[in-house]
């Protein structure tokens, strides 16, 4: 069963074609890394996901609902996280103080700085807090500064803080993106045990093929703007159209 359906999807940037009719279909509780050359429209498709964009034709749909002209509130509270190229995480509070945020938005709708306090106060949301510190292995971490984390323990909070907004659907902007071998490995592993152990569909975009097919279960391969194949990874390596495209062999 598909849990995110994109139906003749375009997008035109004046003179450029960003995106010609894509079609992409993601199942539920599936990895589905979304991968091509640069240029090829990954990031533009992702925008078009989560609401940044809105596509000239065509329709995203999650779960039923369109995501079009939704405001990035709405799409969170539709269970849609996502995770950008450079962590968006706030550098001058402590890990703690991160984890909350996400909780306490998500019942209360807006989180405004100057409560972080009072919501260290609310035993259910710290105890939240810690509890997903725990699963991001991040709990003797919990009082330093997020400014003075490695990239991987970053980007390691920031799926934790996605992951307390309940989503069921994560989408990855190129989660590796800047990393040392051990933290791609890590998270690697993290997004391994994420996808084991809970309820939640994961579409990727990343460049790092190492990550896509330790990962994914399905693959689209996008090209200038249009999906070129879709299969699963072990189909994909030796596909000719992918090679084309990756690095100019003839099919």
């Known amino acids: ?27 539920e509780n599936s990895v589905h890394a979304i991968i091509g050359p640069n240029g090829a429209g990954k990031s533009t498709l992702l925008n078009c996901l ?19 002209g939704r405001s990035p509130h709405e799409i969170n509270q539709m269970g849609i996280s996502r ?13 703690m103080e991160n984890m909350l945020i996400p909780i306490f938005a998500r019942r209360d709708g807006v989180f405004r700085m100057h409560a972080i306090e009072s919501v260290m106060n609310e035993r259910e949301v710290v105890e939240q807090a810690e509890a997903m510190l725990e699963e991001m292995n991040m709990t003797d971490k919990r009082h330093m500064h997020a400014a003075s984390l490695s990239r991987g323990d970053k980007r390691r909070l920031e799926i934790g803080m996605c992951l307390s907004q309940k989503p069921r659907l994560l989408l990855l902007d190129e989660p590796t993106a800047g990393m040392a071998r051990a ?31 330790s990962l994914a279960n399905r693959i689209t391969v996008l090209a200038q703007g249009t999906p070129l194949v879709e299969d699963d990874p072990q189909n994909i390596k030796g596909n000719p159209k992918v090679r084309e495209a990756y690095l100019g062999e003839s099919a």
Do not use: C, W, Y
């Open 183 to 213: 933290d791609t490995n890590n998270t690697i592993d993290l997004l391994k045990q994420i996808s084991e152990e809970r309820d939640i569909t994961i579409a990727i975009i990343e460049h790092d093929m190492h990550v896509v097919f």
């Open 50 to 68: 989560v609401g940044k964009l809105i596509p000239d034709t065509g329709s995203v749909m999650f779960d039923g609902q369109s995501v079009l």
């Open 83 to 95: 995770v950008f190229q450079t962590p968006e995480i706030f550098g001058d509070l402590t890990v």
């Open 1 to 27: 069963m598909s849990i995110l359906e994109v139906k003749d999807v375009s997008k035109r940037f004046g003179g450029l074609k960003a995106l010609t009719d894509v079609n992409l279909s993601v199942r």
